[in-house]
């Protein structure tokens, strides 16, 4: 596609529940990121695939966080047992990735978002 | 670890100039971006400095001083489509390899007439 695309939009659960937040990154992009976006806060890294490579979870604020991305495209962002505090936009962005280092290669384009909110 | 600095408001006037700094504290350095986010909207690419010195693309220049752990976003000829937030943003090198972005707060920028 065009660009990076994330669903649903906007989520809306009860505290408890699991969510599925899901991104499809630019064709061809190898690195995908999550992050969450906090209201008055930056952006915090969640977690970050780059091909094959095992992923860098070190930003997951605990273990109820996941995430997997099939086929090297399409990845989930899961959480489970959400608690208020989970509430955030959780944003996605790819990279290419490549080897072949330029300007472009190198910089993260960003999905609309998913704005989760736990009752 | 990174730490980035900037400021939370500002406020313009349309036709002015203003400038946003960052300041940053990094334990590895490869570059430092500006992204422009309009409410409710996603972070878009502004700008990418990894040398000192200024890079300008039309109404947008940014600055880096490296020894000094400082950027600047300057934005000229301001128009009210402008108002929105500026997020400066450090890439790690770590070993890791993953070009990490740590993203600074963000400085709302208003525009008024």
């Known amino acids: 596609g065009a660009g990076v695309s994330q669903s649903p939009s906007n989520k809306v659960t009860e505290k408890g529940k699991d969510v599925e937040l899901r991104c499809d990154p630019i064709?061809?992009?190898?690195?995908l990121y999550w992050y969450r976006q906090s209201l008055g806060q930056g952006l915090e890294f969640l977690i970050y695939?780059?091909?094959?490579?095992?992923?860098?979870k070190s930003g997951l604020p605990s273990d109820r966080f996941s995430a997997e991305r099939t086929g090297g495209s399409v990845s989930t962002l899961t959480i489970q047992r959400t608690q208020q505090e989970d509430s955030a936009v959780y944003l996605c962005?790819?990279?290419?990735?490549?080897?072949?280092?330029?300007?472009?290669?190198?910089?993260?384009?960003f999905g609309p978002g998913t704005r989760l909110t736990v009752l | 670890g990174q730490n980035i600095d900037q400021p939370t408001e500002m406020t313009a006037t349309e036709g002015a100039i203003v400038q946003i700094n960052c300041t940053y504290q990094?334990?590895?350095?490869?570059?430092l971006f500006w992204y422009q986010q309009h409410a409710g909207e996603a972070p878009t690419f502004l700008s990418y400095?990894?040398?000192?010195g200024l890079e300008e693309k039309g109404r947008f220049s940014s600055f880096l001083s490296r020894s000094k752990g400082y950027s600047y976003l300057l934005l000229k000829e301001l128009q009210m489509k402008d108002s929105a937030s500026y997020l400066c943003?450090?890439?790690?090198?770590?070993?890791?390899?993953?070009?990490?972005?740590?993203f600074g707060k963000g400085t709302k920028l208003s525009v008024i007439p």
């Open positions: 695939f780059q091909g094959n490579s095992a992923p860098d």
């Open positions: 943003a450090v890439r790690d090198n770590s070993g890791a390899g993953s070009y990490q972005l740590t």
């Open positions: 064709s061809g992009h190898t690195a």
């Open positions: 962005a790819s990279r290419y990735g490549g080897l072949e280092v330029t300007l472009s290669t190198d910089t993260q384009y």
């Open positions: 990094t334990s590895g350095f490869n570059g």
């Open positions: 400095n990894v040398l000192d």
